[in-house]
């Protein structure tokens, strides 16, 4: 059974950084592409970053310069490194990845960020 597991939310000052990791577990079929969406209080969902299995990535316009998604295929984990965090990026960052034709989520993490 496909596992997402994130870690690394937690409260830093605007203007510090944070790195989530995701690592995938139970993985038969080919990873598509991993992404991060997150969930601001009040607000829809929305993706913030994803990578594919071939290494583009996409970036919501208002990360755009200060996170970077990378991942380490082996691990089949992937990275949002977030820097210049602002306190409009507090939400709960939920990790997602495309595996064969299923889509899989992770159970969320916080991230507060302090004005």
């Known amino acids: 059974q496909v596992q997402l597991v994130e870690s690394g939310g937690g409260l830093v000052e605007a203007g510090g950084s944070l790195r989530l990791s995701c690592a995938a577990s139970g993985i038969t079929l080919s990873i598509n592409f991993m992404g991060w969406y997150r969930r601001a209080p009040g607000k829809q969902r929305e993706l913030v970053a994803l990578?594919?299995?071939?290494?583009?990535?996409n970036y919501a316009d208002s990360v755009k310069g200060r996170f970077t998604i990378s991942e380490d295929n082996a691990k089949n984990t992937v990275y949002l490194q977030m820097n210049s965090l602002k306190p409009e990026d507090t939400a709960v960052y939920y990790c997602?990845?495309?595996?064969?034709?299923?889509?899989?989520w992770g159970q969320g993490t916080q991230v507060t960020v302090s004005s």
């Open positions: 997602n990845a495309h595996i064969g034709t299923t889509y899989y």
């Open positions: 990578i594919t299995s071939g290494g583009s990535t």
